[in-house]
């Protein structure tokens, strides 16, 4: 089975950076339709950044919220999804999950009920 692993979180500054990281186990990354989100307390989750599988041709998609601020990546070499944060805000506090899928269709990518594997969430907490 795939298990994702987060790391990289922390408390920053408003203008500073974080890179995140999601380890991929029993998949190769690849394969595999692949995603950020975040979510704040009493609010639902946040579509972030989304890269597909591979055999759908790999496109990237960031939320407009983001866009320009964030990049989704990933190193199949080292079976890993990361996200580079930089000019960060107080509103980018929040919880970031990476997810996976095996096989999503593209109009289901930002729904995070479509996600069948999903990592233990890292704190990412932006002060002013």
């Known amino acids: 089975q795939v298990q994702l692993v987060e790391s990289g979180g922390g408390l920053v500054q408003a203008g500073s950076s974080l890179r995140l990281s999601c380890s991929v186990s029993g998949r190769s990354v690849r394969t595999l339709d692949t995603a950020w989100f975040r979510q704040t307390p009493g609010k639902e989750r946040e579509f972030v950044a989304a890269?597909?599988?591979?055999?759908?041709?790999?496109?990237?998609y960031h939320a407009d919220s983001v866009e320009g601020r964030f990049t989704i990546s990933r190193e199949n070499d080292k079976n890993a999804l990361y996200l580079q944060m930089n000019s960060l805000i107080t509103e980018d506090t929040a919880v970031y999950y990476c997810?996976?899928?095996?096989?999503?269709?593209?109009?289901?990518?930002?729904?995070?009920?479509?996600?069948?594997?999903w990592g233990q969430g890292t704190q990412v907490t932006v002060s002013s």
């Open positions: 890269i597909r599988r591979s055999g759908t041709g790999g496109r990237i």
């Open positions: 997810a996976a899928d095996s096989s999503l269709i593209l109009s289901s990518i930002r729904y995070p009920n479509q996600y069948d594997y």
